[in-house]
């Protein structure tokens, strides 16, 4: 990745002084800014033509590709799998947890944590602040946490107790820690589209935005302003998306829940946000509460299978339960009727 942040937007085919100002200007200052980025953004805040948008993003993408940094337009399955098995993927601290994402939090994807007040989502997010600075054979990520806090939920306190029941060097942990506090829903946009530069200046290998929609669920209000709202929550989670793969960091989000009053089975719990977050997220885990512990359950992922686990909160951050409970139970299809009268008569 350091060749690709070597090259100068200048070198790009036709790309001039003129051009690379703009470029500039709105905050792209590498390729890997302009091949995280979308035709429509570049023409909304560079005054470009469309057509020269989409070739300033087509060349920077292609050079990625051709340094191996981003898949190529066609792959085969088994190339495919060969790099994905080198994906790296950072501890949550609960084995429990771990187990049910597959060795942890993932990498070049975006991994959603929604659930009810005290579920524990803020919890895994500082937990992982200071696991993801664990070196890679200790199953951290080896680098700095960026921490978009959107609810003022971000306490330094707690991220040193959790760094000190593990014997690690706290002032280093809050040092790699770099907290964005966002004030309303535009400046949330502003942060992700500058994403780019504070991740290669500071090596962040972790991004969080606790929570996603908190800001947005203030600022729109009513049916009137509801297509708006997902249309800019729809551009920050697919960025959100683009730049964990060109980066090669691990995202997080959490997100906020909703009642639905006319569930008469089940839980009338859902997430916030509709579908526009529902399918940008790559992993979807719903948290709740079940007695002093904590319920993760798998609701969406296109590798793992659906099921849950249990963790608690201690002082030292996300860990398992003591009556060690199983890591996963994978939901298997009800029985028939016969086959439970079966059982029965044996």
Do not use: W
Request: hydrophobic share 40%; glycine share 6%.
């Amino acid at each position: 990745m350091s060749e690709a942040i070597e090259i100068d937007i200048a070198d790009l085919p036709g790309v001039g002084p003129a051009t690379k100002a703009k470029l500039e200007s709105g905050g792209i200052t590498s390729i890997l800014d302009l091949a995280a980025s979308t035709t429509n953004e570049l023409v909304d805040n560079l005054n470009i033509t469309e057509e020269t948008a989409h070739n300033l993003v087509f060349e920077a993408q292609k050079i990625l590709k051709d340094k191996g940094i981003l898949e190529k337009d066609l792959i085969s399955a088994n190339e495919l799998f060969a790099r994905r098995a080198k994906m790296l993927r950072c501890t949550t601290f609960s084995q429990n947890l771990d187990t049910l994402l597959a060795g942890g939090i993932e990498t070049q994807a975006v991994t959603e944590f929604y659930g009810e007040y005290g579920s524990g989502k803020t919890q895994i997010c500082h937990t992982v602040c200071v696991a993801s600075q664990l070196p890679v054979d200790q199953k951290g990520l080896g680098g700095a946490a960026l921490y978009i806090d959107t609810e003022s939920t971000f306490r330094p306190e707690r991220v040193a107790q959790i760094a000190k029941s593990r014997d690690l060097d706290v002032s280093s942990v809050l040092d790699n820690i770099h907290v964005a506090k966002i004030y309303n829903a535009s400046h949330l946009e502003l942060i992700v589209r500058a994403m780019g530069s504070l991740i290669q200046q500071n090596n962040i290998k972790l991004v969080i935005v606790d929570s996603i929609i908190s800001l947005h669920r203030a600022e729109f209000l009513g049916r009137g302003s509801l297509s708006e709202r997902q249309q800019k929550l729809n551009a920050i989670m697919h960025r959100l998306k683009r730049i964990s793969e060109i980066y090669n960091v691990a995202v997080i989000i959490t997100n906020q829940v909703q009642a639905t009053p006319d569930t008469f089975f089940g839980d009338p719990t859902k997430a916030a946000g509709g579908n526009i977050i529902g399918h940008a997220s790559t992993y979807r885990i719903y948290l709740r509460k079940a007695g002093q512990e904590r319920k993760a359950i798998m609701i969406d992922s296109p590798m793992h299978p659906y099921g849950d686990t249990n963790f608690v909160v201690t002082e030292s951050g996300i860990s398992d339960p003591m009556d060690k409970k199983p890591a996963r139970t994978v939901r298997t299809a009800s029985k028939s009727a016969i086959e439970k009268d079966e059982e029965e008569e044996n």
